[in-house]
């Protein structure tokens, strides 16, 4: 049997990225994914890549990477965390690859940011079923040599598990920006690594797991704040409320 370890939506908070993986140290997992978005919102950007590209076996590409890596700089926002991040780094995380594509215990484990459509299309657990469903599509963006029985992906921040006509789908939460509970979360796949992608029989069992981890909030903000982090405030009230800054505060 084998563990991996999935952990995505980081945004630069050491002090919960630094609480994930003591907690994956303790579990005595040693293989480790990332589904994206390292960088942004918080004030360690660069340290977020440094330690994923020497922690993480693979890695792929989210939507603040994409932003960072590949297109022009909009915002002084943008600029802030460009420029820490340096030119290596951005061209590390431009070149990052769409998707992984695992078998474990029989099963074919497809792995994204946010969809098959692409690092922007958003799909939320409280989707239409024919949406949730369209997440095991293959697609240009994912290529067409791998039909999924199990999808894990990142990007919404909240974290969920439901099945569909024997097809499992879901999503890993965020270790560094959760917007469901104030705790950072990833997910832990365990079962067996035999198999190929041509389907071989498995008789090991496959397990999906969250893991909600407890850290230090009020770290992260006081080393945002000290580093003078544009959106300090937006950043501070998500970490606190676990709610995200776009939606209409609730009188």
Same mark, same amino acid.
């Given at each position: 049997?084998?563990?991996?370890?999935?952990?995505?939506?980081?945004?630069?908070?050491?002090?919960?990225?630094?609480?994930?993986?003591?907690? *994956?140290?303790?579990?005595?997992?040693?293989?480790?994914?990332?589904?994206?978005?390292?960088?942004? $919102?918080?004030?360690?950007?660069?340290?977020? =890549?440094? *330690?994923?590209?020497?922690?993480?076996?693979? =890695?792929?590409?989210?939507?603040?990477?994409?932003?960072?890596?590949? $297109?022009?700089?909009?915002?002084?926002?943008?600029?802030?965390? $460009?420029?820490?991040?340096?030119?290596?780094?951005?061209?590390?995380?431009?070149?990052?690859?769409?998707?992984?594509?695992?078998?474990?215990?029989?099963?074919? =484990?497809?792995?994204?940011?946010?969809?098959?459509?692409?690092?922007?299309?958003?799909?939320?657990?409280?989707?239409?079923?024919?949406?949730?469903?369209?997440?095991?599509?293959?697609?240009?963006?994912?290529?067409?040599?791998?039909?999924?029985?199990?999808?894990?992906?990142?990007? *919404?921040?909240?974290?969920?598990?439901?099945?569909?006509?024997?097809?499992?789908?879901?999503? =890993?939460?965020?270790?560094?920006?959760?917007?469901?509970?104030?705790?950072?979360?990833?997910?832990?796949?365990?079962?067996?690594?035999?198999?190929?992608?041509?389907?071989?029989?498995?008789?090991?069992?496959?397990?999906?797991?969250?893991?909600?981890?407890?850290?230090?909030?009020?770290?992260?903000?006081?080393?945002?704040?000290?580093?003078?982090?544009?959106?300090?405030?937006?950043?501070?009230?998500?970490?606190?409320?676990?709610?995200?800054?776009?939606?209409?505060?609730?009188?």
């Amino acid at each position: 049997m084998e563990r991996i370890a999935l952990l995505s939506d980081i945004h630069g908070n050491m002090p919960a990225l630094e609480a994930v993986l003591a907690d *994956i140290d303790r579990r005595g997992i040693t293989r480790l994914f990332c589904l994206g978005d390292l960088v942004g $919102k918080g004030p360690h950007s660069e340290r977020a =890549v440094d *330690i994923c590209r020497e922690r993480c076996e693979r =890695v792929i590409r989210g939507n603040w990477d994409n932003g960072f890596g590949r $297109k022009p700089t909009e915002t002084a926002t943008q600029g802030w965390h $460009k420029e820490r991040l340096g030119p290596e780094r951005l061209a590390y995380l431009r070149d990052l690859p769409n998707t992984i594509d695992v078998m474990m215990s029989g099963q074919r =484990v497809r792995l994204v940011h946010a969809s098959p459509r692409g690092v922007y299309h958003r799909v939320r657990q409280r989707d239409p079923v024919e949406v949730l469903e369209s997440m095991f599509e293959s697609t240009d963006f994912t290529g067409y040599g791998f039909d999924p029985d199990v999808v894990g992906y990142g990007d *919404i921040h909240d974290a969920y598990l439901r099945s569909f006509h024997h097809r499992t789908l879901f999503n =890993v939460g965020s270790v560094g920006n959760p917007l469901d509970q104030t705790r950072a979360c990833y997910a832990v796949l365990d079962g067996s690594s035999n198999g190929t992608a041509a389907g071989t029989a498995d008789d090991a069992p496959l397990a999906i797991s969250l893991v909600r981890v407890p850290y230090d909030i009020e770290r992260a903000i006081r080393e945002a704040a000290d580093e003078g982090m544009p959106d300090l405030e937006a950043y501070v009230n998500e970490l606190r409320t676990a709610r995200y800054r776009g939606l209409t505060p609730v009188s």
